[in-house]
């Protein structure tokens, strides 16, 4: 059974950057899956930010493309999220989530969900 | 981008009632929608893919049904730990969008 798992500091200063690791367990970050982050802000909807296949091909949510990053660690089968010059608009719960090749891409499994607060 | 309104934005009901919830995209997208649950403090989790594919030990009161661009979830005889938020999700396009959810609340 796959398991994910965020981790990173819940608060960050503004201007400053945001970096969460989703640890995979139960499955290879090298199969035919995309891993995503994807987050909620308080009290809100869903907000797709954006994937990873094991390719390394990567797709972002526009709006976010010039301040987002995600790569993935093949030796320790995680992927990260780096998100530059954040404002207090940028805090949310960030949840990890696997895409599921075999199941329309639909997300299958996610982590438990990260708090991340943009203060000072 | 595709755009998913969710229909209604709220409903309350009771145990054992059936309800259904609407997801309309703003172009078609085949079968790649997906229905989620969201209680308060939880991450999402999967009950539906590709419209109307029940996700493994989700319980058969929920089904989708749907394509194009109409899609519907419909629960039967609701039971009290259905009362949550629901999503409809698209992955036909980049970029991947949420419909805005559901709230079902017990009346």
């Known amino acids: 059974q796959v398991q994910l798992q965020e981790s990173g500091p819940g608060l960050v200063e503004p201007s400053g950057t945001l970096s969460l690791t989703c640890i995979v367990s139960?499955?290879?970050?090298?199969?035919?899956?995309?891993w995503s982050w994807i987050r909620q802000l308080p009290g809100q909807g869903l907000d797709w930010l954006g994937e990873?296949?094991?390719?390394?091909?990567?797709h972002y949510q526009p709006s976010l493309r010039s301040r987002l990053t995600i790569s993935f660690d093949m030796a320790t089968n995680s992927f990260s999220l780096t998100l530059k010059s954040v404002t207090a608009t940028d805090t949310a719960v960030y949840y990890c989530a696997r895409g599921n090749g075999r199941q329309w891409l639909a997300r299958d499994s996610w982590g438990q969900g990260a708090l991340v607060t943009v203060s000072s | 981008d595709i755009q998913l309104t969710q229909s209604p934005s709220s409903l309350s009901a009771s145990i054992g009632d059936s309800v259904s919830i609407t997801c309309r995209a703003s172009?078609?997208?085949?079968?790649?929608l997906a229905w989620y649950q969201q209680k308060p403090g939880k991450a999402p989790t999967l009950l539906i893919y590709?419209?109307?594919t029940l996700q493994s030990g989700v319980p058969p009161r929920f089904s989708g049904s749907g394509s194009g661009t109409d899609f519907t979830l419909t629960i039967s005889s609701l039971q009290p730990e259905d009362f949550a938020t629901y999503y409809c999700?698209?992955?036909?396009?980049?970029?991947?969008?949420f419909g805005q959810g559901t709230r079902l609340e017990i009346k």
């Open positions: 999700q698209q992955s036909n396009n980049y970029p991947i969008t």
């Open positions: 139960g499955d290879s970050i090298n199969s035919h899956h995309w």
């Open positions: 172009q078609g997208i085949s079968s790649y």
């Open positions: 590709s419209a109307s």
């Open positions: 990873i296949y094991h390719t390394g091909l990567t």
